[in-house]
């Protein structure tokens, strides 16, 4: 089965980018590989032989990773991909990810895959693929079956999907139709995708041993810095949906005094 990878990538995560291509070179044989680069412009010397580069720039308002994700699926697609394989620039593949996927892909052609997911720790520098086993501490948050399971996610569990690690077969992708392009900046479209494939009859599954590995960076929770484009991307689900995603985030940021709910909408408590 033709694999695609598709990574969108930024010059602020070089190294973790470095360290994702060394990790696919050990556990790829023949793939098509995808880079999306979100930057303004395209930074010196990001081209790696044998990618696929596309030149993604931000929007008005912000990067577009859905935009950038959606791109590359079209290039990678039309390269003769047969499985796409989205992996987030943080991510590092695990030894089994792509057979596990592929193997999903096989059984269920028409479900949208989604393995588990490592948080590594700041000292956690793996320097191969077969480091990687001995940190997997995958997230509580979500199903981890061991390698060769699967099962079908519940309808509330579609609120877990995760974009930094997930597979679709080409037709799969085609019918949710990827991700919506009104959301620029942080947050909110993976769960855009995820409820789109609900609403669309697509299945979720959770797909044990195809682990990927999120390399550490600084982090804040919430999420200060994007403060503005949750607003502005949960006011756009809401539009779409009818509800805010993102509650946590929101209840931390009206906790603090910084946003306040004025009827169906969640605003700055400093605008007039």
Excluded: K
Excluded at 120 to 127: E, N, T, Y
Excluded at 152 to 170: I, N, R, V
Excluded at 185 to 191: C, H, Q, S, V
Excluded at 230 to 247: D, K, Q, S, V, Y
Aim: hydrophobic share 40%; with cysteine.
């Amino acid at each position: 089965m033709r694999t695609a990878v598709i990574t969108v990538a930024s010059a602020a995560r070089r190294e973790h980018l470095e360290r994702q291509r060394r990790v696919l070179a050990e556990v790829a044989d023949d793939i098509v590989r995808v880079e999306a680069w979100l930057d303004e412009t395209l930074p010196d010397g990001i081209r790696d032989a044998g990618t696929h580069t596309l030149h993604v720039p931000p929007g008005p308002r912000g990067i577009r990773v859905g935009e950038g994700r959606n791109r590359a699926a079209e290039r990678a697609i039309d390269e003769g991909a047969e499985l796409l394989v989205f992996l987030d620039v943080d991510c590092l593949p695990g030894p089994d990810l792509l057979p596990a996927y592929r193997a999903a892909a096989r059984t269920d052609p028409a479900a949208l895959l989604s393995g588990p997911v490592t948080y590594l720790a700041s000292m956690q520098r793996p320097g191969s693929a077969s480091d990687l086993p001995f940190l997997r501490r995958p997230h509580r948050a979500r199903p981890a079956l061991p390698l060769g399971q699967a099962r079908a996610a519940t309808s509330a569990e579609y609120d877990l999907f995760w974009s930094l690690s997930f597979a679709a077969t080409p037709a799969t992708w085609g019918r949710i139709g990827g991700f919506h392009p009104g959301y620029e900046g942080y947050g909110a479209e993976d769960t855009d995708l995820a409820w789109t494939a609900r609403e669309r009859g697509v299945e979720m599954r959770w797909i044990g041993g195809a682990d990927a590995f999120h390399q550490w960076h600084p982090v804040s929770s919430p999420p200060w810095q994007h403060l503005d484009d949750i607003l502005r991307n949960g006011a756009t689900f809401h539009e779409r949906w009818g509800e805010w995603p993102m509650g946590g985030w929101l209840d931390a940021f009206a906790a603090a005094g910084a946003i306040e709910r004025r009827g169906e909408a969640w605003v700055r408590s400093d605008c007039g």
